[in-house]
């Protein structure tokens, strides 16, 4: 059976699927139930969702440890609308970026602006490669409009890149003027997609060590589809832990 396997390494990050492959020299029938079962393996991989884009993105540039911060405003600060907050974040990546440099590290951010739930203030939800110990009371310095609540980004089966990813989008179906609610730095990375083709009887194991994140396994008439994600283990060698090294 003609099969293939699509892969997408996103840092750590690793998410994968086999499916069968349909032909013209099938019939008709035939063809399209392969079809059917490449399109719904192709659903857990392409990305398409405002949420999957950006965990994609995370997982390509932040590692565990990482800052997970909230930016919020104090009264005497506080924003009239979007435009301003904007603005102002724009300043802050600005002021860090110039911080980070003099430390001989490059800024990565990743970030959503809210409004629309809790008590309707405005607020920045956002990930950053941690540059020191205690970031916090730099961050509140570079911010300048009010407090900075900080948590460190995990890698585990229930709080991970994903999950924060889902939490950072929720505003996305709901964003202004059809823009995403979320964005990122230039200097981020996107996540690596390869493509190995007539893989036969390959089947998607999870490596020994790593974690698992979710895994499918679907099978019909006309042909078996799998899909996996995971973290590979903290010390597996390869390219995914070696790119995640970059920002250690």
């Not at 964005?183 to 998607?204: A, G, H, I, Q, W």
Request: aromatic share 8%; net charge positive; proline share 3%.
């Amino acid at each position: 059976m003609l099969r293939n396997k699509k892969t997408i390494y996103a840092g750590r990050l690793v998410s994968a699927a086999i499916y069968p492959v349909a032909t013209g020299f099938m019939p008709a029938k035939v063809r399209d139930g392969k079809k059917k079962a490449t399109s719904a393996a192709m659903q857990r991989l392409n990305f398409k969702t405002s949420w999957e884009k950006l965990a994609g993105i995370l997982a390509a540039n932040f590692i565990k440890g990482d800052d997970v911060i909230v930016l919020t405003y104090d009264d005497a600060h506080h924003p009239k609308d979007r435009k301003a907050v904007v603005a102002d974040l724009k300043a802050f990546r600005k002021r860090a970026s110039e911080e980070w440099k003099r430390k001989g590290k490059p800024f990565l951010m990743a970030w959503s602006i809210e409004h629309k739930h809790g008590d309707g203030r405005w607020h920045v939800h956002a990930v950053i490669n941690r540059l020191t110990g205690n970031d916090g009371i730099l961050l509140v310095k570079l911010w300048g409009k009010g407090s900075v609540h900080i948590e460190h980004l995990k890698e585990d089966r229930e709080k991970n890149h994903v999950s924060l990813a889902k939490y950072m989008a929720k505003e996305s179906e709901d964003r202004e003027n059809s823009r995403r609610a979320w964005s990122y730095t230039r200097s981020c990375r996107k996540p690596e997609t390869v493509v190995d083709r007539n893989v036969e009887d390959e089947t998607l194991q999870l490596p020994k060590g790593a974690i698992l994140i979710e895994q499918e396994s679907h099978s019909n008439e006309y042909g078996t589809w799998q899909y996996i994600r995971y973290y590979v283990p903290e010390d597996a060698p390869g390219r995914t832990q070696r790119a995640a090294r970059i920002f250690l």
